[in-house]
């Protein structure tokens, strides 16, 4: 049994033997053959015999002791729980669009609110006919090109030749006469003709308008029959593969973190009902503080939010708790034990009140954990404080728990 143990029990076993004590004294049987704390006609009332007893000193300043619920703590390790709230958000959140003009001319089936699309699935359909005609012709446009570079290539021939035979030594001095320039002109033609056949070609294809990633639709702008500019909005899509919760965190908050820039950590998702919970992890760390709550945030992020037993939705308000570090000599007490003032009262050596400001490491619905105050391993904190407690009062410590 440590020390503070053997105290509290000795303060017990005291307060008991005291009230035998004064039961024996005023507790006292009435007359001669009457019964016990009974009255006789004539006699003094029993409040008058009991004011006639007079308690020693020593028992007069034990009955005017208080007392007070205490709960012996001593040094340990724990591991801190961060916690927070944030609202759950997907990872990519898009507004859709056309990258192409036409007439819509069919819908997906499923292209609803709600619905959802697979990476690279088409959602809708434009009018290709001008995208086809832009493709055919840029198609002859290359084999034009083609059959000019065919024929430049054949005359810059034709015209070393005929330079050989002229017995001249040397090149010549003007690169015009080998037709060199008209050969990479016609070259030059050729690639241009390409690249605007491979415009063309990706216009055709853009006229299929498909998920960029496996998405959720949150709304729908265009219908059948609609004509969409370029740069028209299509839908709303928030990605499906991931969701996010940012979690602004004090700088004490921070401080029950693992000093690690990589995070990982493990954070249990709960909704604010208490009733549903999701698995997540610290997947990045903001590096700037929110201009509103001068916090900064950890990113929590959920697999398949809305594949899971109990689908985790966008929007939602969740709250989050971070597996922290673990702290070593360090006192669990509990919650109720901190005042409104930050202050924590315990009772000394010589049973009267102390109070002291702890630095409150972090907090769990039901506890505190805090740094030792004054030295002390170990001490009987006051459970419930009072607003008119006083430093040095003498009181009776009355153990409530061990922790």
Do not use: C
């Amino acid at each position: 049994m440590t020390p503070v143990k053997k105290r509290i029990f000795g303060t017990v076993i005291a307060a008991g033997i005291l009230g035998v004590t004064v039961m024996s004294v005023f507790g006292q049987t009435g007359p001669a053959g009457g019964p016990p704390g009974g009255s006789v006609k004539g006699a003094a009332p029993a409040t008058e015999k009991a004011s006639l007893v007079a308690l020693t000193p020593v028992q007069q300043q034990e009955a005017a002791v208080a007392n007070v619920g205490v709960v012996a703590v001593s040094t340990a390790s724990h591991q801190a729980l961060v916690n927070g709230y944030g609202e759950v958000t997907s990872r990519y959140v898009l507004s859709l669009t056309s990258q192409v003009s036409g007439e819509v001319t069919r819908l997906a089936e499923h292209f609803e609110t709600g619905a959802r699309f697979r990476k690279g699935e088409v959602m809708a359909y434009l009018n290709d006919t001008v995208y086809q005609q832009a493709v055919t012709t840029a198609k002859v446009a290359v084999e034009e090109a083609k059959v000019a570079l065919e024929e430049e290539r054949l005359q810059g021939l034709q015209a070393r030749q005929e330079w050989t035979r002229s017995g001249l030594e040397g090149e010549p001095t003007s690169a015009l006469v080998l037709r060199e320039p008209y050969l990479k002109a016609a070259q030059a033609a050729l690639d241009d003709a390409k690249a605007q056949l491979s415009s063309a070609e990706r216009d055709l294809a853009l006229t299929q308008i498909v998920a960029p990633f496996d998405a959720v639709v949150v709304s729908r702008d265009i219908q059948p029959g609609s004509y969409i500019q370029a740069g028209g909005a299509v839908a709303s899509l928030y990605s499906v593969g991931e969701a996010e919760i940012a979690i602004p965190l004090s700088a004490a908050q921070w401080r029950n973190l693992p000093q690690s820039e990589n995070a990982g950590w493990n954070v249990s998702v709960t909704d604010m009902d208490g009733i549903n919970h999701w698995t997540g992890k610290v997947v990045r760390i903001e590096q700037h503080l929110d201009t509103a709550s001068r916090q900064r945030s950890a990113i929590v992020q959920v697999n398949n939010p809305l594949d899971q037993e109990i689908p985790l939705y966008f929007g939602s308000y969740v709250s989050a708790q971070i597996a922290g570090k673990t702290w070593n000599n360090i006192w669990q007490i509990p919650a109720s034990a901190v005042s409104q003032k930050q202050e924590i009262w315990y009772v000394d050596d010589n049973n009267e009140l102390a109070k002291a400001s702890p630095d409150v490491l972090f907090q769990d619905k039901d506890y505190a954990y805090i740094q030792p105050v004054n030295g002390l391993t170990e001490a009987e904190i006051v459970a419930r404080p009072l607003n008119s407690y006083l430093v040095g009062t003498r009181v009776r410590p009355l153990a409530e728990g061990v922790q």
